[in-house]
């Protein structure tokens, strides 16, 4: 009676070396066995080769279409050539493993949760509309800058020339009228009409005088 020998098990991809220490014309990986883990990634750092510990059934994967490497026992390793599909299946892992680990990065997470109320507010439905929250978000009100007469009247000296309002008799506006400043007080001038000086001088408040434009002449040349 002869006894059936059992089969070896295959070994499992544990760690991928791969890189081009050689140029990028030489695309390079191989696998290589749990056992020898360490000893590889010391060989693999000396030779410039980059190394993926593949622990899950999609990373075992990657192994598919490179052969298993052959480690020396002076240290060194012969790492097979594979071709230019196989490895960039490899780098597309790679990428793809590095951004999901940026993403979770502690700053990362924390600049995304400080973002600006409205960058959160204007996120998009499924349904491809606004969310809700973007028309809630109260726009900043303007500043409020002084108007340009009012920043003119502040450079007034007694003796210009003001536009100054008339009303009449019965209170009824007539319209501007030049007059010379005889005096400047807090919130009021002092005028006198400059076509009629016989006139008694009159007070008047800054929201009723006008400044004339620079290269107004009362000549009218």
Same mark, same amino acid.
């Given at each position: 009676?002869?006894?059936?020998?059992?089969?070896?098990?295959?070994?499992?991809?544990?760690?991928?070396?791969?890189?081009?220490?050689?140029?990028?014309?030489?695309?390079?990986?191989?696998?290589?066995?749990?056992?020898?883990?360490?000893?590889?990634?010391?060989?693999?750092?000396?030779?410039?080769?980059?190394?993926?510990?593949?622990?899950?059934?999609?990373?075992?994967?990657?192994?598919?279409?490179?052969?298993?490497?052959?480690?020396?026992?002076?240290?060194?390793?012969?790492?097979?050539?594979? !071709?230019?599909?196989?490895?960039?299946?490899?780098?597309?892992?790679?990428?793809?493993?590095?951004?999901?680990?940026?993403?979770?990065?502690?700053?990362?997470?924390?600049?995304?949760?400080?973002?600006?109320?409205?960058?959160?507010?204007?996120?998009?439905?499924?349904?491809?509309?606004?969310?809700?929250?973007?028309?809630?978000?109260?726009?900043?009100?303007?500043?409020?800058?002084?108007?340009?007469?009012?920043?003119?009247?502040?450079?007034?000296?007694?003796?210009?020339?003001?536009?100054?309002?008339?009303?009449?008799?019965?209170?009824?506006?007539?319209?501007?009228?030049?007059?010379?400043?005889?005096?400047?007080?807090?919130?009021?001038?002092?005028?006198?009409?400059?076509? !009629?000086?016989?006139?008694?001088?009159?007070?008047?408040?800054?929201?009723?005088?006008?400044?004339?434009?620079?290269?107004?002449?009362?000549?009218?040349?």
């Amino acid at each position: 009676m002869t006894t059936a020998t059992q089969p070896k098990p295959n070994p499992l991809p544990a760690i991928l070396v791969y890189g081009t220490p050689s140029g990028p014309a030489l695309t390079q990986a191989s696998w290589f066995r749990a056992e020898d883990k360490a000893a590889v990634k010391a060989a693999a750092e000396a030779l410039k080769f980059s190394v993926i510990e593949l622990q899950t059934d999609a990373d075992r994967a990657l192994a598919a279409g490179a052969h298993e490497g052959v480690l020396k026992g002076s240290g060194r390793m012969i790492v097979g050539s594979v !071709s230019a599909e196989v490895y960039r299946r490899i780098e597309e892992h790679v990428r793809k493993a590095a951004g999901a680990s940026d993403a979770t990065k502690p700053e990362i997470a924390a600049a995304a949760a400080t973002k600006p109320v409205s960058e959160q507010n204007t996120n998009i439905t499924a349904a491809g509309e606004t969310s809700p929250g973007a028309s809630r978000a109260t726009p900043a009100a303007p500043a409020i800058a002084k108007p340009d007469s009012a920043t003119a009247r502040e450079t007034l000296r007694v003796g210009a020339r003001v536009l100054a309002a008339y009303w009449n008799e019965k209170r009824e506006f007539e319209g501007f009228w030049l007059a010379t400043i005889k005096r400047i007080e807090p919130g009021e001038f002092t005028l006198e009409w400059f076509d !009629s000086p016989e006139f008694p001088a009159f007070k008047s408040r800054p929201q009723d005088v006008a400044v004339p434009h620079p290269e107004f002449r009362v000549t009218g040349k």
